[in-house]
């Protein structure tokens, strides 16, 4: 799809309270959206770089007028009119950030956070303020997302189903359905409409860090919550950590209310360096799926390994199951990093069972699918033969002396 131009407006029409465009833009492809979205307001302010504003507090001469928007957010959430107030109230550069965001995933809003266990605990510290605090998942999750959930630490109840049983598990205090797609680390893909069918009222809250908006939207496909580890692809250098939670205002103006209670809000820098993650994530997510891709059908034919799992919908994330001992090959790799989290420009590898998912019972688990012998691979954009030459070595064992 060609992209298309802004309606006309006046150049005062473009700027509003929070420094963000008040314009709404006409249809435009996903390439165009993440190279402009919030920043619309820049060229009327003579900027083409978007600014950080680090300031924790602002000025008010009108302590009245400051005192009404306080509680006109409290009393409903809304992003204040006017100037900013506070830094944990909100930022303008945050802002930006979740303004491109809500419109890459095709939602209302984006709330951001300090990391995406932080978003997840605000969305169920939303439902739980409500006197719903079941929760019906799916596995495999992120191991933490998981622990948050079984451990009930912020008062939920979960109960675990397969996507079939979701209907059936629903209770009258049922607050939310979680799902993950592809799912980590195992790369299980659900159909996220038929889920979101089975939800009913219940919100779907759908976890699209491995996907992201390049590869599908599920608010197309009828989840209400769209869940970002903004750490992973959004950010996709290795050197941000944050959240996100894509969705309608009604919602986003709760999450405001908990981000400002709770204070797990996110620093500026972070939002201006997603923000600018955002310009290349389709060229960096269509280049490392496609490296993956050749690396998933390379892997598929090495008699070393004895499973690999890469999903339909495609992505630069692999899973494989080896017949030798996994923790060999996490020691003999040279090129591609041994370490946690995924989704930077580079490749990383881990062992789930040791790592992100270690705080998941061991039972949990295997049923899930995750074995002790599965290997979770971050594909990057290094040369695909480079890459491969580095895995071959090390699934060999040809790094050990």
């Not at 509680?71 to 006017?82: I, K, R, T």
């Not at 709770?262 to 269509?286: D, E, F, I, M, N």
């Not at 494989?320 to 003999?332: L, Q, R, S």
């Not at 370490?339 to 019972?361: F, K, T």
């Amino acid at each position: 799809m060609d992209s298309l131009v802004y309606d006309s407006y006046d150049a005062q029409d473009l700027l509003n309270g929070t420094g963000q465009s008040s314009i709404t833009p006409t249809a435009r492809a996903l390439a165009t959206e993440a190279v402009h979205a919030g920043r619309e307001d820049l060229a009327g302010q003579g900027l083409h770089a978007a600014p950080i504003d680090l300031s924790t507090t602002y000025p008010s001469y009108d302590s009245r007028g400051e005192a009404a928007r306080i509680d006109a957010f409290a009393a409903d959430g809304g992003e204040p009119s006017g100037p900013p107030v506070y830094a944990r109230l909100g930022n303008p550069t945050v802002a930006r950030f979740e303004t491109a965001l809500a419109r890459l995933e095709g939602t209302e809003s984006a709330v951001a956070f300090a990391s995406g266990m932080a978003a997840l605990s605000a969305v169920l510290l939303v439902r739980n303020a409500m006197g719903l605090r079941h929760v019906v998942a799916v596995r495999p999750l992120y191991g933490c997302s998981d622990h948050l959930l079984t451990a009930g630490l912020l008062g939920s109840e979960v109960t675990w189903v397969d996507p079939a049983g979701i209907a059936d598990a629903l209770r009258p205090d049922t607050g939310l359905v979680m799902v993950e797609s592809p799912a980590n680390p195992t790369l299980a893909e659900l159909d996220l409409r038929a889920v979101a069918h089975a939800c009913g009222s219940v919100p779907l809250l759908a976890d699209n860090t491995f996907a992201t908006p390049v590869l599908q939207r599920p608010a197309e496909q009828g989840a209400r919550l769209i869940l970002h580890s903004a750490t992973k692809y959004l950010g996709g250098h290795g050197d941000v950590m944050a959240g996100v939670v894509a969705c309608d205002e009604e919602f986003a103006r709760r999450l405001r209310q908990v981000r400002f209670a709770t204070g797990g809000v996110l620093h500026p820098l972070a939002g201006y360096l997603l923000l600018r993650g955002l310009s290349t994530l389709p060229v960096r997510v269509r280049a490392a799926s496609s490296n993956a891709a050749e690396l998933a059908r390379r892997l598929a034919d090495d008699p070393r390994v004895a499973r690999v799992h890469y999903p339909r919908i495609g992505g630069a994330m692999i899973a494989f199951e080896v017949h030798g001992d996994p923790h060999d090959v996490i020691a003999d790799v040279r090129l591609i990093t041994p370490a946690v989290s995924l989704g930077s420009v580079d490749s990383l590898i881990q062992h789930p069972a040791s790592i992100s998912h270690r705080i998941v019972a061991p039972e949990d688990r295997h049923h899930a699918g995750v074995s002790d012998r599965l290997l979770r691979l971050s594909v990057g954009l290094e040369d695909v033969d480079d890459l491969w030459d580095d895995l071959e070595r090390a699934l060999g064992g040809g790094g050990r002396s």
